[in-house]
T-cell receptor
Framework: TQLLEQSPQFLSIQEGENLTVYCNSSSVFSSLQWYRQEPGEGPVLLVTVVTGGEVKKLKRLTFQFGDARKDSSLHITAAQPGDTGLYLCAGAVSGGYQKVTFGTGTKLQVIP | GAGVSQSPSNKVTEKGKDVELRCDPISGHTALYWYRQSLGQGLEFLIYFQGNSAPDKSGLPSDRFSAERTGGSVSTLTIQRTQQEDSAVYLC?????FGTGKKLFFGSGTQLSVL
């Protein structure tokens, strides 16, 4: 079983602050994804990283895949109320059908 | 359809009753997943379909849970003799089969409440 632990579990910050969410595992993944989920909806994909050390930017969001492909981080600069939601990392292992395992989730609240 | 459709959106049932949850994936997506989510937490894998077959059903919690997929399209998740611990949001996702880091498209889920 590939476990993905996210930290922190909850985060409440003021608008304009920066934050980082971490996703850690003892398993090696062929790819790692970040999803955001809003209440009453399913998760929506934000980004996919596949190469160790890879960094991707999506406006104010910066995603990094660890060199050993066991961990990842999501950094948000100048958080906005629209960033509020549940952030989920998800890892896929190589071989077979690439089962996608989701992390424990980080609930972010950005206060105006 | 344009997206993954799940029905019903909400289901309230009595302990011991059977329930059926439906998922209609995006047309052309051969891979289909069922996940369970409790109280805004992470997603717990239940079962994966490739076409009509289920090569990975390792996440089904007990033999009260079963799922099928017909015509490579619609899938039904059945929970027999429901228990209060079955209360959760059941999410369905579909994707194209191949490629590294394939994108999962999720439905809005079925909120199941067992009284």
């Amino acid at each position: 079983t590939q476990l993905l632990e996210q930290s922190p579990q909850f985060l409440s910050i003021q608008e304009g602050e920066n934050l980082t969410v971490y996703c850690n595992s003892s398993s090696v993944f062929s790819s790692l994804q970040w999803y955001r989920q809003e209440p009453g909806e399913g998760p929506v994909l934000l980004v996919t990283v596949v190469t160790g050390g890879e960094v991707k930017k999506l406006k104010r969001l910066t995603f990094q895949f660890g060199d050993a492909r066991k961990d990842s981080s999501l950094h948000i600069t100048a958080a906005q109320p629209g960033d509020t939601g549940l952030y989920l990392c998800a890892g896929a292992v190589s071989g077979g059908y690439q089962k996608v395992t989701f992390g424990t989730g980080t609930k972010l609240q950005v206060i105006p | 359809g344009a997206g993954v459709s799940q029905s019903p959106s909400n289901k309230v049932t009595e302990k011991g009753k059977d329930v059926e949850l439906r998922c209609d994936p995006i047309s052309g997506h051969t891979a289909l997943y069922w996940y369970r989510q409790s109280l805004g937490q992470g997603l717990e894998f239940l079962i994966y379909f490739q076409g009509n077959s289920a090569p990975d059903k390792s996440g089904l919690p007990s033999d009260r849970f079963s799922a099928e997929r017909t015509g490579g399209s619609v899938s039904t998740l059945t929970i027999q003799r429901t228990q209060q611990e079955d209360s959760a949001v059941y999410l369905c996702a579909s994707s194209l089969t191949f490629g590294t880091g394939k994108k999962l498209f999720f439905g809005s889920g079925t909120q199941l409440s067992v009284l």
